[in-house]
């Protein structure tokens, strides 16, 4: 028989066996809840495209990864809707609004992210009855919800429009080609003068970027993606996506959306520049030239391409009053100001204002190192510009606003300017002479005008253009795009002119 002591020290012990027992069971089950708290996160885990392969090795601990099926035969291709495809806009899951791992589903257009068994783009493929879908990022296309891939020629097409190539060869030949493109609602364009859409007054955008693509070693430096990957700047990519887009020949609509680039000018002018809200064209170029140099460039003082199209020098005399000494300087400059003509006061006998004309050669005085100009900011000066260098692309801009305290006011003034042959050196005289053997051509071409229609404020932007293959000129206006006179050019109101210089 046990002793009372030995039954009670019994009971201590099951009492503690059962105590053990019931906190190993709270263990398990917290160990549990928090596996399923990883195993959501994980899924929710995106990264390349084989990322859902990597998280279904990673669930099953020690499990092989899956073998994803190539398959050539695939029975929905049928059902690739290339009308509705528009890989324009931001990437991102339409559920989920995540922009990594995302897919597009062929056949209505939409965005998915991942392509596992608890993802978006399986969910819809069992849905919708929509199977076929691409990765955005790495270009491939798989079935789902069988989730092989599909390696058919017949998607090609559809990959140079997500991400379109061009070789340095079809680069160099882009200037001399003639030949129109067809999209798919059978309209006709021309690579490189396909319109814009405008977002919401987003018309100072379109404008500068399509000014811009009429410069030859601008395009051509961004057609290339090689040129420019060591940098890190979405500007400078989303600026080279838009500019393959543009010049490319195999597109399925004859326009293109500039949404991503604007969201990318949004973030890195800190929303000094966003749609829905009008700017001034000459103050985003300004903007974009100085932040695409400065994101380019590899060192501090390394140059880049923007400056080597478009970087010039100035000398520049100051004069102070009551100071007889001048303070001569010499600074870089990307474009030129040129003052107008204040307009007239007073109506004429017909009870209508009277728009002057100026012609540019007037204006282009102020850079002779003869002309004065005076200055009170930030102190009462007087100024003399001579241009000591000019640029392979120069650009005019022309000071037709001007704010007050109440209101906004608008120059009309005409300026008369030549579209072809305009020798800089019969405006600026004081230009330097090229050495001996030396063949200095200081002839510009005009490339690209714009200009501003309308009142200052409700008014709006437009640019002439020209194709260099026929020397044609175009009026381009958001999605309008339309042949014109080089005549028609000269009567309009120049508010930013570039031109290019003369081959030798």
Excluded at 85 to 104: G, I, K, Q, T, W
Excluded at 245 to 271: C, D, T, Y
Excluded at 490 to 500: D, R, T, V, W
């Amino acid at each position: 028989m046990k002793s009372e002591r030995e039954v009670k020290n019994g009971g201590v012990e099951e009492d503690r066996e059962a105590k053990r027992k019931r906190v190993v069971e709270r263990s398990n089950a917290y160990d549990v809840e928090v596996a399923e708290e990883n195993e959501h996160k994980d899924k929710n885990r995106i990264d390349d495209d084989d990322g859902d392969d990597a998280d279904d090795a990673s669930k099953g601990r020690g499990k092989h990864s899956r073998h994803v099926e190539v398959r050539r035969d695939c029975p929905y291709l049928d059902t690739v809707n290339r009308q509705v495809l528009d890989f324009d806009f931001e990437r991102f899951c339409s559920v989920s609004l995540s922009n990594l791992n995302v897919y597009a589903c062929l056949v209505c257009g939409k965005y998915f992210q991942g392509r596992s068994q608890k993802s978006h783009a399986y969910t819809h493929s069992l849905e919708a009855g929509h199977h076929v879908y691409i990765n955005l990022l790495t270009e491939k296309v798989y079935c789902l919800p069988d989730s092989y891939e599909i390696n058919d020629p017949s998607l090609d097409d559809i990959r140079h429009v997500l991400n379109p190539r061009f070789s340095r060869a079809q680069v160099e030949e882009l200037d001399r080609n003639k030949q129109w493109s067809r999209a798919l609602d059978g309209s006709d364009y021309l690579p490189g003068m396909v319109g814009l859409n405008n977002i919401q007054k987003t018309e100072f955008v379109n404008v500068t970027i399509q000014s811009l693509m009429r410069i030859t070693p601008l395009r051509n430096f961004f057609l290339i993606p090689e040129n420019y990957q060591h940098c890190k700047s979405p500007l400078v990519h989303r600026f080279g996506e838009l500019t393959r887009k543009i010049w490319h020949a195999r597109n399925f609509k004859g326009q293109v959306s500039p949404h991503e680039f604007l969201q990318a000018v949004m973030k890195a002018s800190k929303k000094r520049f966003r749609i829905g809200q009008q700017s001034d064209p000459v103050e985003f170029m300004s903007w974009l030239l100085n932040t695409l140099h400065m994101d380019l460039r590899t060192s501090k003082d390394a140059s880049s391409i923007i400056h080597q199209c478009f970087q010039g020098e100035l000398e520049v005399v100051r004069e102070y009053q009551g100071n007889e000494n001048k303070e001569i300087s010499r600074m870089p400059f990307l474009m030129l100001g040129l003052d107008l003509p204040p307009p007239p006061l007073f109506k004429d006998v017909m009870e209508k204002n009277i728009i002057p004309q100026v012609a540019l050669f007037d204006l282009l005085k102020k850079f002779d190192g003869e002309t004065v100009t005076e200055v009170v900011r930030p102190r009462l000066a007087r100024m003399r510009y001579r241009v000591t260098k000019s640029p392979p692309y120069l650009m005019f801009h022309m000071v037709r606003f001007k704010k007050n305290n109440f209101f906004k006011e608008k120059n009309p003034t005409l300026v008369n300017f030549p579209v072809k042959d305009m020798e800089l050196r019969d405006y600026i005289p004081s230009l330097p002479t090229a050495s001996e053997g030396e063949k200095a051509c200081t002839k510009y071409n005009l490339i690209a005008n714009i200009v501003h229609d309308g009142k200052p404020e409700d008014g709006f932007f437009r640019v002439f253009v020209q194709r260099k293959s026929q020397e044609l000129w175009y009026e381009m206006q958001d999605l309008h795009v339309a042949e014109t006179l080089p005549q028609m050019v000269e009567l309009s109101e120049a508010y930013m002119q570039i031109y290019e210089l003369q081959e030798e």
